[in-house]
């Protein structure tokens, strides 16, 4: 089992940034590949952002590639997704997802465990 509480989320500026962090907590979080998902108001849930349990792969939507970034800490069972130049289009609740091992998953179904999400919210 693994539990994932995110944290970090806001309401920012358009242009502003944001730095969101999601910790893990039960067994191997090092072997989880890890991701980060949004849902607007009204809309499905869609991929964000992806990383491997080492870090050595990641992977983005085309939506937020060059302003997003993912990456983890196995050390504190972290991981984290800097957004930059958000745009109000971006407001969403963002949820971490984790799954064993794995790489370039971007379906909801393929990540077999969730936070509760936290509100980002860019003003225009």
């Known amino acids: 089992q693994v539990q994932l509480v995110e944290s970090g989320g806001g309401l920012v500026q358009a242009g502003g940034s944001l730095r969101l962090s999601c910790a893990a907590s039960?067994?191997?979080?090092?072997?989880?590949?890890m991701g980060w998902f949004r849902q607007a108001p009204g809309k499905e849930r869609e991929f964000v952002a992806g990383?491997?349990?080492?870090?050595?792969?990641?992977w983005y939507a085309d939506s937020v590639r060059g302003r997003f970034t993912i990456s983890r800490d196995n050390a504190n069972n972290t991981v984290y997704l800097q957004l930059n130049s958000l745009k109000p289009e971006d407001t969403a609740v963002y949820y971490c997802?984790?799954?064993?091992?794995?790489?370039?998953?971007?379906?909801?179904?393929?990540?077999?465990?969730w936070g509760q999400g936290t509100q980002v919210t860019v003003s225009s």
């Open positions: 997802a984790a799954r064993t091992l794995g790489s370039g998953h971007r379906s909801e179904n393929e990540y077999n465990y």
């Open positions: 039960g067994r191997a979080f090092s072997s989880r590949t």
């Open positions: 990383i491997s349990w080492s870090g050595s792969s990641t």
